[in-house]
């Protein structure tokens, strides 16, 4: 049975030997990516891979094709910020992209979730950010 249950390390632009060292440091399970790593560099983690990707309206879809991952995880484009925008986007992609394989979608929170799952139906949710009452700090 396939699962994303374990320890997740969220990573933006870290060398493969760094993100490999702090696997064998930690123990974590899956390596969460959400900088500019090409996708030869997803094949060098010795751990699940979850990549994500910053959607804005010029986002291209297709290469989605070239990561050979375990999940995309799909956020909001917001210059200067990787990940954690709590912002969504147009679940149109999101619908578009499952043809690549498990989606994970993010931008999510409490007032559109609802309806983000009901049009996408995704393999998972990423409400990180967007439960948040400030920084770092979830509701409950």
Do not use: M
């Not at 147009?90 to 989606?103: F, V």
């Not at 559109?112 to 139906?121: D, E, H, M, R």
């Amino acid at each position: 049975c396939f699962t994303f249950l374990g320890k997740v390390g969220v990573f933006v632009n870290e060398t493969t030997a760094r993100v490999n060292e702090i696997i064998e440091l930690t123990g974590i399970d899956i390596v969460q990516l959400h900088g500019q790593e090409p996708p030869e560099y997803c094949q060098k983690l010795e751990r699940k891979v979850i990549k994500a990707f910053r959607i804005a309206s010029n986002f291209n879809l297709e290469q989605l094709g070239a990561y050979k991952v375990d999940a995309y995880l799909l956020d909001t484009y917001v210059k200067g910020i990787y990940g954690g925008t709590g912002e969504s986007f147009d679940w149109e992609i999101a619908k578009r992209a499952k043809r690549y394989g498990r989606i994970i979608l993010g931008g999510l929170n409490p007032g559109n979730i609802k309806a983000a799952v009901g049009q996408v139906s995704p393999y998972a949710v990423d409400i990180g950010s967007g439960v948040e009452i400030r920084p770092g700090k979830k509701e409950r």
